[in-house]
């Protein structure tokens, strides 16, 4: 049993192609329908218990072969995109499917590597992810591999995964695969191969049990596992590395099935505090009222009204330096607004906002200018806020 799993708020799971497709009576590969009828089962129960899911599936492009009776290793890159595209409707057709049955809601989002790694267009995806959980849905997450072109894809679903987890901030991911966790080598061919309980982190010893690529099983072989569990750790995020052959494989961790915990660094949100004060060169700054340094103070996000002024040219998911009347910096954090749109509602209420000519056009009534989640108080030596 994890107690990671157990309590988390916000649990990502992926799952891997081998265990989406089975062989069906006229020796074909199909999706695996009654192992996704059982994985539907227990999302619904984690649902019930409150917990937030995310699904981030693979699977289209090993669907999309079989659906065209075509060979995996005979495509070429243009090929495999449009097998891809084949496959991802059966896939999520079979997820929208399995979850209605619990009367749950599912919602397909492609992501490409660039969704997740560029600030604007990441602050674009959570948004989305988090009005998603909002509304109780589960989002079913693959990347877009019909349109990722080869430098810039991830090619897979461990580390797309990883970040997905890193972007909603959440507390645990699940790598679903057909192997149960980490060993000390390779046991299919070494008798002496140990499992691993716990990696508390990714050291060149721990990556060296995974050997060359693809050397284990799973699409991404532990190699790129190994990649997602740095990622998850940084971002604050447990992971959990096990096997998803059974059937509800998130109630067979629960009745101790075993599996490799990633510990954690630290909690999601100080993660993401120490990502921005630490790493991110401020594109412009914001001067505050004293108002807003109080409502700053008191831990709530920065709204428009409370800024006097702005420098720079920024654009939306830029860093902001936060500056106080008396000239200190007192916070950075990510805009929500680039500095053309931010230059016609600072120092206006939300009333004032919604009366100007542009605000349609310009999508001026997200209300912070920065999220109390996204900032981080340079007074507060752990950068929580208080
Ligand atoms: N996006 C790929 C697919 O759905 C899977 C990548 C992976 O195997 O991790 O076919």
Known sequence: MRVEIQTATTLVLKIGSSLLLSQTEDDTY???????????????????????VIVVTSGALALGCAKLGI??????????????ATGQIELVRGWQEALGAHGLTAAQVLLTAEDTEQRRRYLNARQTLNALLDVGAIPIINENDTLATQELRYGDNDRLAARVAAMVSADCLV????????????????DTAEFLDVVEDVTAEIRAMAGPSGSQHGSGGMVTKLQAGEIAQSAGCHMVLASGRAFSPLTAL???????LFRAHANPLTARKNWIASTLQPAGAAHLDAGAVRALAAGNSLLPVGIQSLDGNFKRGDCLSIIAPDGQEIARGLSAY?????????????????????????????????????????????????
């Open 175 to 190: 790598l679903f695969s057909d192997i149960d966790g980490l060993y000390t080598a390779n046991p299919q061919d070494t």
């Open 71 to 84: 060979q995996r290793q005979d495509l070429n890159v243009a090929q495999s995109q449009a097998a891809s």
């Open 338 to 386: 680039a500095s053309l749109e931010a230059g016609l509602i600072i120092g206006k209420d939300s009333k004032a906002i919604a009366a100007l000519p542009d605000v349609k056009q310009y999508n001026l009534e997200r209300t912070e200018m920065v999220h109390r989640d996204d900032m981080v108080l340079m007074t507060s030596p752990n950068g929580e806020l208080k």
């Open 254 to 260: 629960a009745q101790g099935a075993r599996s490799t």
């Open 30 to 52: 199909g999706l695996n329908v009654k192992w996704l009828a059982a994985m539907a089962g227990d999302i619904a129960d984690a649902r019930t218990k409150g917990q937030k």
